[in-house]
Every structure is written in structure tokens, then in C-alpha cells.
């Protein structure tokens, strides 16, 4: 009978968290291709990612990022702030077809960002993160789609996986990047 009640009390719990957390999900996106990333992440228990999207109330969509500018034309993702003074991660239409795993290590890298312009040190932590969280998500089963974004999480995690307290690869990539040189002020 104990058995029976807790199996129950279980159900009820999955069944009554899944339509609240799929509202929750919508203060952030209405893009169905990036919820799929979102319950990843929340699965993963990914609790600062979501802190930091609901602390700027940031927008997530996919948006043509050539449309800014040229130069951002082969960026992955945008963290932006509109007129308004609105937050929005702007991941780039060119990626609309990559896996939930990736879209949610693109997320939780543009989550990271929280200062109007960008620092070294915010950088370095964002990308870590990026890192981090496709160490977490990626799936050892299945076959990934060959582009630039899997490109780059894959070299990511093995930067960080070499870097030690004496010297961040991350953060030297970082550095040495003529895109983060400009971006950052970084001489």
C-alpha cells in the first residue's frame, strides 16, 4: 500500500513539474528549436545558467547575425541589448539545425554575460563554461553533424581539460583572438 502511494505521489510530481517548467521555458523562448536546449540544460542541473537568464531576463532566438553587422556574420551567438534596454542571446540562424547539446552550451556561454561590454575575465569564464557544459551534455552515442559549432566545442573542452592553475588555454586563446582583441580592447 506504501508502495502504491509513492509511485503515485511520483507521477503526480513529474506531471504537474513538466507543464510548469514548459511555462517557465517560455518566459525565455517561444522558438521551438531552442526549448529542446533549455530542458537539457535544466535536466543537467544547470541552476546558474537559468539564475543568470532570469537576473538580465534575457530573450533567446535565432536571428541572422550579418543583419547586425558583417563582422558578426560567423559568430555563433550574441549576447544584445536592444533599445529598450531589453537582454536577448541572438544564437546565429546558421545553426538553427545544430543538436539541442549544442544550442545549449551556446546558451549557457551567452548566459555568462552580464556586463554591457565584455571582459577578459567575463569571456574566458563564459567560454569555460561553454566547455564545461558540452563535457556534460554531449552524447558519446550519437553522431554529431560535422560544422564549425562542433569544431569549436570540441577544441573548448580539450583547452580546458589541458589548462591548470598556472596557465588557462582558454583564456590565452581568448587573448590571442584578433575577433576578441578588437571586441575587448585587448592589447
Not at 513538466?18 to 517557465?24: G, L, Q, R
Not at 560567423?74 to 541589448?81: G, I, K, P, W
Amino acid at each position: 500500500m506504501n508502495i502504491k502511494r509513492i509511485i503515485i505521489a511520483i507521477l503526480m510530481v513529474l506531471f504537474c513539474a513538466t507543464p510548469s517548467f514548459a511555462a517557465y521555458i517560455d518566459n525565455f523562448t517561444r522558438d521551438a528549436d531552442i526549448k529542446p536546449a533549455l530542458i537539457m540544460l535544466e535536466k543537467a542541473g544547470a541552476q546558474e545558467v537559468f539564475d543568470n537568464l532570469e537576473e538580465n531576463s534575457v530573450k533567446i532566438s535565432f536571428y541572422d547575425l550579418s543583419q547586425i553587422s558583417y563582422r558578426y556574420m560567423n559568430s555563433f551567438a550574441l549576447n544584445s541589448v536592444d533599445s529598450f534596454g531589453n537582454r536577448y542571446i541572438l544564437i546565429n540562424s546558421k545553426f538553427k539545425n545544430a543538436s539541442p547539446e549544442e544550442i545549449a552550451c551556446l546558451i549557457a556561454h551567452e548566459s555568462f554575460h552580464k556586463l554591457k561590454v565584455a571582459t577578459l575575465e567575463e569571456e574566458t569564464l563564459a567560454t569555460q563554461k561553454e566547455a564545461h557544459y558540452w563535457g556534460l551534455l554531449k552524447n558519446s552515442h550519437r553522431n554529431y553533424t560535422q560544422s564549425p559549432l562542433l569544431s569549436r566545442l570540441n577544441r573548448l573542452v580539450l583547452l580546458d581539460a589541458q589548462s591548470d592553475n598556472q596557465k588557462n588555454y582558454i583564456r590565452e586563446r581568448i587573448s590571442n583572438s584578433s575577433f576578441y582583441k578588437e571586441q575587448l580592447a585587448i592589447r
